[in-house]
């Protein structure tokens, strides 16, 4: 059953910590992206990654940082530099980078005390 | 960038009715716009795509429509039941080919 899967549902860290979000698919799709979800707004794009070893910015990518060393994997740290980094992360993948419907995960809840 | 606004308050609307979500973006118009669908807790599930040159899509209750002289879409569930409580996104691609989300317009179906 393909799908995209991420870990942990919850994550609970304390200031000054860097935390990482994972984010596998099986879907041989190309391109994979983050996104951040905070109440009343709509998804902001983290990162964005249309191939292997290849990433680039979104929107708001300032305290976070990516790597693309495999195709079915596109993990997200959230560093200490992040401000506001409480907020649900989703992860979603797409077979190319073009005008292709995403398919995402069902996001990671990450609370910093 | 694109700036999209979807209606701002919450569609609340019995069992049968039709409901109406409204998308309207403000700069250029995309060749192509996104419905999804998330429901608490969960990622969003893509719902139907609609191209510039299409006027209208269907998928079984869900209608969509594109007027890109109005700079809108509008987004029905005809018949509504209880399961379709969610909320529903609008997404389209920006000047820089990345994917842009409104959102969002949480409706809820009183049984």
């Known amino acids: 059953d393909g799908g995209i899967t991420q870990s942990p549902k919850y994550l609970f860290r304390k200031e000054g910590q860097n935390v990482t979000l994972s984010c596998e698919q099986n879907l041989n799709h190309d391109a994979m992206y983050w996104y951040r979800q905070d109440p009343g707004q709509g998804l902001r794009l983290i990162y964005y990654s249309q191939i292997v070893n290849d990433f680039q910015k979104g929107d708001i990518a300032e305290g976070y940082s990516v790597s693309r060393e495999k195709k079915e994997s596109f993990p997200l740290t959230v560093t200490s530099a992040q401000k506001n980094p409480t907020a649900f992360y989703l992860c979603?993948?797409?077979?190319?980078?073009?005008?292709?419907?995403?398919?995402f995960g069902n996001g990671t809840r990450l609370t910093v005390t | 960038s694109q700036k999209i606004e979807q209606n701002s308050e919450a569609l609340n609307i019995q069992e049968g009715k039709t409901a109406t979500l409204t998308c309207n973006y403000t700069n250029y118009s995309p060749a192509y716009l996104q419905w999804y669908r998330q429901d608490p807790g969960r990622g969003p599930v893509f719902l139907l795509l609609?191209?510039?040159?299409?006027k209208e899509k269907r998928k079984e209750r869900l209608k969509v429509t594109f007027d890109t002289t109005l700079k809108q879409s509008l987004f029905h569930i005809t018949a509504s039941q209880p399961a379709d409580s969610a909320t529903y996104l609008c997404?389209?691609?920006?000047?820089?080919?990345?994917?842009?989300f409104g959102a969002g317009t949480t409706v809820t179906v009183r049984a």
């Open positions: 979603a993948s797409s077979i190319d980078s073009d005008n292709s419907p995403l398919h």
């Open positions: 609609i191209r510039e040159n299409e």
């Open positions: 997404a389209l691609v920006d000047n820089d080919y990345k994917l842009s």
